[in-house]
């Protein structure tokens, strides 16, 4: 979200809310005007970095240079209720993302916990879903009702959803719970459970507090405030190489504008 790079929620003007309840016209607003651009994100990071550390200036590393982010607010949760009288209210995203679709590798779509028309509007825009568990008991409950979700959204409204992968957070190594649970998810659905896994990390939390992600804020290292960096980017690196596994198995021949490194300057 907006306020994990440090984007002051007072100057946030246009958010998903907005986009996806607005009835101005025929069509719905264009998206480029609720997007924020990569100079604002970095330029709002280094400064929540500076105001919480003295005025010190912040690491150089704290940039992003090809990253647009549509905020949310806390209006977004009322839009359930906004969009249930609404014509066309499963497919709104979907419409709104149609034309700049072409202009980014990937489209990342933070779904809200719950199973309702927020969530509905995702999988009706996506083609593939990544499925983060909590390697904990009820997590499996909340897993089985996503997956027949699913399956209603793919005969219903988009035969071109996929699971995409699965990828386990929250896990203590040393749990008898964390790797029942692993066990079973890997059983339900063999083959789409990531390698990496993401461990609860108290630095990992207090990342936003910074104004930055933890992948930008700590060098990755196997120990100490680096460990939560270095399984993100590591799960990063699994995920785009799934997907560039699956293009070159349905033959789509382009070269990817993304690089995943982590410049330490």
């Given amino acids: 979200c907006a306020t994990s790079f440090g984007v002051e929620k007072k100057k946030i003007k246009k958010t998903a809310y907005d986009l996806l309840t607005n009835d101005s016209g025929e ?17 709002s990071m280094r400064d929540a970095w500076s105001l919480r550390n003295n005025n010190k200036k912040p690491p150089e590393n ?3 240079g090809h990253l647009w982010l549509l905020p949310s ?58 499925v983060p568990v909590q390697a904990e008991y009820y997590a499996l409950e909340g897993f089985s009702m996503l997956m027949n979700s699913i399956k209603m959204i793919q005969r219903r409204i988009n035969r071109n959803l996929k699971i995409f992968g699965i990828a386990m957070t929250m896990v203590d190594a040393r749990s008898k719970l964390s790797r029942h649970v692993c066990d079973e998810v890997n059983r339900k659905m063999p083959n789409k459970l990531f390698k990496t896994t993401i461990r609860r990390l108290v630095k990992v939390a207090e990342a936003p507090w910074s104004g930055a992600p933890t992948v930008l804020l700590n060098k990755p290292t196997n120990s100490g405030a680096g460990a939560g960096s270095l399984e993100y980017w590591t799960l990063s690196k699994e995920f785009h190489q799934r997907v560039t596994e699956m293009r070159r198995e349905f033959g789509v021949n382009e070269d990817p504008r993304l690089l995943l490194e982590r410049k330490n300057r």
């Fill in 27 to 43: 069509d719905l607003p264009l998206m480029e005007e609720y997007l924020i651009g990569p100079d604002e994100l970095t330029q």
């Fill in 62 to 64: 704290l940039s992003v």
């Fill in 73 to 130: 607010d806390i209006h977004l949760s009322g839009a359930e209720i906004e969009l249930s009288h609404k014509i066309g209210r499963e497919t709104r995203l979907r419409e709104a993302l149609q034309p700049i679709i072409d202009q980014f590798d990937y489209i990342i779509i933070d779904t809200p916990p719950s199973l309702g028309l927020l969530s509905i509007n995702a999988m009706c825009a996506a083609n593939w879903v990544m």
